[in-house]
């Protein structure tokens, strides 16, 4: 009698859920949601790196776009030295002529040549200048006691309105200038608006000094022999486009000197907008004099090649696991239940 009761209680045990069926069952879902986390994770990780270096990469596309302008304005002040310190407007159109400026360096507006004039020699300027071409003028008129004038630009068309300006008629040109003399170092003008964009966009102006007689240490040797300047004329948004055009890139791009926009892809404008960008990044870049901050934040495209479906398999995959699972188990204690009660029919109990 006491194995049949033994038995009668296994029967009747089997019949029912029991702690380690529920336990089974909470263990299964614990790795469903610990796989789902770590795969998400893994995934949100991936991304994050992908849009570092996406906003790293932008970053440096541009400084090593401004680097190869510095090589050609360099290349401009060797040409000038290799002809004795001073060249023609013969001269300046063979050697920017064979810069190719539209194929090598997209984004450039031109190149050009700036002298400093002391009052003293401005007449004798102006003659010399005006036997090629009798209409140039040194323009606007400004109180201070010096002259730095764009004598050359090319290509003149579209820069026409430049030829004759005097970087000592405004604060950033001049500044920026009085730099690039000082220190015998490229700098760049803070923000401007170029004379000959019609548009009016945010622009800046990039200098290299040259001196009479090469290169030299001291500040006052630079002051004394400083003869002028090799620049370039640049509208942001041009320089953009000829650095990283939008199509090619998935993040936006802002970019601030000191405060003032230089150039905005982050207003729904823009076709790649992203309105809740999933990551930003900030730069602050030492560029030429300047310090120009960089506001990096995903784009809509970003967004979209981000997207993995990869957590959410796992999550309903394992859920399903743990229904079945479980329903493996009730289906086991029901039929359990069912033999027991067959049992104690047969028997009579």
């Known amino acids: 009698m006491d194995e049949l009761e033994k038995e009668r209680k296994t029967f009747e045990s089997a019949g029912r859920l029991h702690w380690f069926h529920w336990a089974v069952v909470v263990a299964s879902m614990v790795l469903t949601f610990s796989a789902w986390h770590v795969s998400r994770t893994s995934i949100d990780d991936k991304v994050a790196l992908q849009f570092d270096r996406y906003a790293r990469q932008t970053v440096e596309l541009v ?6 302008y510095e090589d050609g304005l360099w290349g401009g002040v060797a040409a000038i030295q ?12 063979t050697f920017s002529t064979s810069l190719r400026l539209d194929q090598k360096y997209p984004g450039i507006n031109g190149i050009g040549v700036i002298h400093y004039v002391s009052p003293d020699h401005l007449p004798s300027y102006l003659a010399e200048q005006r036997r090629s071409r009798p209409d140039f003028k040194v323009h606007p ?71 009479q007689g090469g290169v030299y240490d001291s500040l006052e040797q630079r002051r004394a022999t400083f003869s002028g300047m090799v620049y370039a004329p640049f509208v942001f ?16 791009i802002k970019i601030l000197d000191e405060g003032t926009v230089l150039y905005d892809e982050h207003h729904p404008d823009m076709v790649d907008y992203d309105p809740s960008p999933l990551f930003s990044k900030r730069f602050e870049v030492d560029m030429y004099g300047r310090s120009w901050i960089f506001d990096i934040r995903s784009a809509l ?5 981000s997207i993995s479906n990869q957590p959410l398999l796992i999550l309903l995959g394992g859920i399903i696991i743990d229904a079945l699972l479980l329903t493996l188990f009730i289906l086991l204690a029901h039929a359990n239940r069912r033999a027991y009660r067959y049992i104690r029919k047969i028997t009579g109990d």
Request: charged residues 25%; hydrophobic residues 35%; proline residues 5%.
């Open 63 to 68: 400084i090593e776009r401004m680097q190869k």
């Open 82 to 93: 290799a002809l004795g310190g001073s060249v023609s407007y013969n001269d300046w159109l």
């Open 141 to 211: 008129a400004h109180d201070r006691a010096e002259y730095w004038p764009i004598t050359y630009i090319e290509p003149v068309s579209g820069n026409r309105k430049a030829v004759g300006l005097d970087m000592a008629h405004e604060t950033n040109r001049y500044l920026a200038a009085v730099r690039a003399r000082d220190s015998g170092k490229a700098q760049i003008t803070g923000p401007i608006t170029l004379v000959q964009d019609e548009q009016k966009k945010p622009g800046f102006l990039f200098y290299a000094p040259y001196y």
């Open 237 to 252: 948004q041009k320089l953009m486009e000829g650095t990283l055009h939008q199509k090619n890139r998935q993040v936006g």
């Open 301 to 305: 495209s970003f967004r979209e090649s």
